[in-house]
């Protein structure tokens, strides 16, 4: 197992490869990074996109010490004191955590239940 590991590696070295994993990682942040601005946009927040990286970071901080399954509680912290950063008023940053929080974990979700249904598999089965 740990020699399959390694092998993989191989994988980055041919350039077309790496290059589109390193492509396919700067989408994803952007992504990521773009949502935030838009929520910000939508909760009638003026703060700039740079600050929706900034807010990523600290979520993402906030996510290496062990918590809850989901971080219900610790990414909405993460997401006042970041805000807080910028002089939004603390309710309004708990709203946007909540909303940013369901954004980002509801599709995860659903799509989960979507290919758990198609691979046969029930949550019963799995608990047992």
């Known amino acids: 197992m740990e020699k399959r590991f390694i092998e993989s590696f191989s994988l980055l070295k041919g350039g077309k490869t790496l290059l589109l994993?390193?492509?396919l990682s700067?989408?994803?942040i952007l992504g990521q990074v773009l949502t935030n601005y838009l929520l910000f946009?939508?909760?009638q927040?003026?703060?700039?996109?740079?600050?929706?990286?900034f807010l990523?970071?600290?979520i993402?901080?906030?996510n290496l010490p062990p918590s809850v399954p989901g971080q219900i509680g610790i990414f909405e912290y993460a997401v006042i004191l970041a805000l807080s950063l910028f002089a939004i008023p603390k309710g309004l940053a708990l709203s946007y955590g909540i909303m940013l929080h369901l954004v980002a974990y509801i599709p995860k979700i659903l799509l989960g239940l979507i290919f758990l249904q198609s691979t046969n598999l029930s949550l019963l089965k799995i608990k047992s």
């Open 41 to 43: 946009k939508a909760f």
């Open 26 to 28: 700067f989408g994803f």
């Open 56 to 58: 990523l970071l600290a």
């Open 45 to 53: 927040i003026e703060l700039s996109f740079w600050v929706g990286l």
């Open 60 to 62: 993402q901080v906030s």
């Open 21 to 23: 994993l390193v492509f």
